[in-house]
């Protein structure tokens, strides 16, 4: 499939000019790509007052020295002298979203497709090696951009909370009452932490403007890199398929499957990044009319719970998903 065709009907899709380049996207505020669950959890966070103060505490069970060494000592940072194309793809992402400050950069060597960002005081985004034969040009920087909406977003303060309860959660297994109100914190920050991918994958189509290599990343994690036998349009169709197929019983293990799984399933992501674009925010922003950083301090905790209950409440609504037809016919009746 061409990059001038649809991801999802084969007709056009809009694409920028590749000789214009990008639009800077100047003192974006992070507000503009976190999904609104991700949004109303971060700016609640934000509020308490020492709360990441506690947290940096508890997290001095992961030691971000001895990460930071060991990325030093057995992979390689990227700068103009190494790893020169994804050094330059790195400064083009950043430059779009306006970030005044990048993380590190680190190719590791593992031949699957993926990267991650870790990383509370000094955030760090690490590249799989296999990321680089897999991926071209724009879907480089659709996940380079990705990682970086997590580092300037500051998901991994708030990650770090999810990891160390989960170990928890694992010490005080022998406990009956204890671990079900830890399970429960925990399957609350694994849904919390799902969200925050699509909104890293939402700052990721921000930065590289090129709705189709967003699609196809989802389509090389789920399948691979080689996409030539591989219709985009078939997979989102997949999506839908996976969104409304089966009946309760298949609801009911989606729920399960979905339990201790920090991101979404490929195809589900693919939806949803699509979705965000065709819904006309995406648009709205490449035209300039997007959230600024300078009114982060104007932020309201009540708007943005109410902005994340609406999410969650047009999604249920819109939802084609057996069990959520079935609640909505059960929400009529009474």
Not at 104 to 132: A, F, H, Q, W
Not at 218 to 233: F, I, N, P, R, Y
């Amino acid at each position: 499939m061409s990059d001038d065709q649809s991801p999802a009907e084969g007709g056009p899709v809009e694409t920028r000019d590749a000789a214009r380049g990008p639009v800077i996207l100047r003192g974006i505020s992070t507000r503009a790509w976190e999904h609104p669950a991700d949004r109303g959890a971060l700016v609640a966070l934000r509020e308490l007052r020492g709360f990441d103060v506690v947290l940096r505490k508890v997290s001095g069970m992961i030691s971000e020295r001895a990460l930071r060494l060991s990325l030093m000592g057995s992979s390689i940072r990227v700068d103009r002298h190494q790893y020169s194309r994804v050094y330059e793809a790195y400064q083009q992402v950043g430059a779009v979203l306006d970030a005044q400050d990048l993380p590190e950069l680190y190719i590791t060597r593992d031949p699957d497709l993926g990267g991650m960002c870790i990383g509370i005081d000094k955030p760090v985004i690490v590249i799989n090696s296999g990321s680089l034969d897999l991926l071209d040009e724009a879907e480089l920087r659709f996940l380079l951009a990705h990682e970086l909406g997590h580092a300037l977003s500051g998901h991994g303060l708030y990650r770090t909370l999810l990891m160390v309860l989960v170990r928890l959660t694992s010490s005080v297994a022998w406990i009956p009452v204890g671990v079900v109100g830890l399970r429960v914190i925990t399957a609350a920050l694994y849904e919390w932490a799902r969200k925050s991918e699509l909104s890293a994958d939402r700052a990721g189509a921000l930065a590289v403007q090129d709705p189709a290599a967003a699609i196809r990343v989802m389509a090389k994690l789920a399948g691979g890199g080689d996409l030539h036998d591989v219709d985009t349009a078939a997979f989102l169709e997949q999506a839908k398929e996976f969104e409304t197929g089966g009946d309760l019983r298949d609801s009911f293990l989606k729920l399960m499957l979905l339990e201790t799984r920090s991101h979404d399933f490929a195809v589900a992501r693919a939806a949803a990044v699509k979705s965000w674009i065709d819904d006309g925010e995406y648009r709205d922003y490449l035209a300039g009319d997007y959230p600024r950083r300078e009114d982060d301090k104007d932020a309201s905790i009540a708007a943005e719970a109410k902005a994340a209950a609406n999410s969650y409440r047009h999604a249920f609504q819109a939802s084609g998903d057996p069990l959520a037809k079935v609640l909505r016919k059960v929400r009529e009746g009474f």
